[in-house]
């Protein structure tokens, strides 16, 4: 006989959800991400925003991960900004330090893309500070859905926010913890 466990909603390992995809192409940076939060099998939002502008709107960003914890992350990069205008990968680089490095910070689940109109970067936990090679990242539940989308797509078409979209449908189709709510932010030439 098997029993259905009630989720823990303090386990932050329970909290599921989200893809992020950031697709550059053409001049222009395209950041999407799904709006659906989940504990366990339980939806208990559809339409958060994980993606976000900084530092007066040049930089934008997405999270996945606890929310707490990414919202702990994106101030400590808007000053990271604040501290090193228009040097995004050495803000990034001195974030990504600080989060191996210090005590609380090492306890931070989460995971971001950050970009401005010239540089995307995926920051973690573990000291990475990775520029894609491609023009497309990925992170969260659904990211390697979206990226796989985004890249089988990026040879075929122009507009990134056409593939950001497409390869976020693509992953919500997949993933059950990702959602068709979007955010999208776009940095660059229109």
């Not at 501290?83 to 001195?94: D, S, W």
Request: negative net charge; charged residues 25%; contains cysteine.
């Amino acid at each position: 006989m098997t029993h259905a466990t009630t989720p823990d909603y303090a386990d932050a390992t329970q909290w599921r959800g989200t893809t992020i995809v950031a697709v550059r192409k053409g001049g222009r940076l395209v950041l999407a991400g799904d709006g659906q939060v989940s504990i366990g099998p339980t939806v208990m939002k559809g339409n958060a925003r994980k993606v976000r502008r900084l530092s007066g709107g040049q930089v934008v960003a997405g999270f996945a991960g606890a929310t707490a914890d990414a919202f702990a992350l994106f101030e400590r990069l808007e000053a990271k900004l604040e501290q090193y205008p228009a040097q995004l990968a050495r803000a990034c680089v001195e974030l990504a330090k600080d989060w191996r490095t210090d005590r609380y910070l090492r306890r931070l689940e989460a995971m971001l893309v950050v970009g401005d109109k010239e540089e995307t970067y995926l920051l973690t936990g573990a000291g990475d500070v990775l520029e894609p090679e491609d023009g497309v990242v990925a992170v969260g539940s659904g990211g390697n859905f979206a990226l796989s989308a985004a890249r089988a797509l990026y040879d075929y078409e122009e507009d990134p926010e056409i593939i950001a979209r497409k390869a976020m449908a693509i992953a919500a189709r997949i993933c059950v913890y990702t959602n068709e709510n979007l955010t999208v932010e776009i940095l660059g030439e229109e």
